[in-house]
């Protein structure tokens, strides 16, 4: 996926979730996340070496989470959080997509 169809996706989520502030994306070599956020300088990272082995169904997820996380201006993963994070996905399937992201991340980290 490039940055176009990121762009194209978090603009998309944008809409949903109501979130206003214009938000960049970065692709970087992220050591231990999928993913991460940065409230002040609006900017979400996505892991770089990951990316390629993650499905448009598990890079929507990562830009979802970190979206919310704007929408919320936290970082924490209260219970608020999830609330708003199951009103856009199942649990059940989000649990299943942190673990599709969190085993390519390990592979990644020779961990698997």
């Known amino acids: 996926m490039n ?8 603009n998309q989520l944008k809409n949903e979730l109501k ?5 960049k994306i970065e692709l970087k ?9 940065s409230l002040n300088k609006n900017i979400i ?8 082995n993650l499905d448009s169904e598990c890079i929507e997820y990562l830009l979802l989470h970190e979206l919310i996380h704007f929408k919320l201006k936290s970082t ?3 219970g608020n959080f999830h609330k708003q994070l199951n009103h ?5 399937k989000a649990k299943e997509i942190e673990r599709k992201i969190l085993t390519s991340l390990l592979e990644l980290n020779h961990i698997l």
Do not use: F, G, W
């Not at 979130?19 to 938000?23: A, L, R, Y």
């Open 88 to 92: 856009k996905i199942d649990q059940a």
């Open 45 to 52: 990272r996505i892991n770089k070496n990951i990316i390629s």
């Open 76 to 78: 924490y993963h209260n």
């Open 19 to 23: 979130v206003q502030e214009p938000i």
């Open 3 to 10: 940055t176009k169809q990121l762009k194209e996706i978090l």
């Open 29 to 37: 070599p992220l050591k231990t996340k999928a993913a991460s956020i």
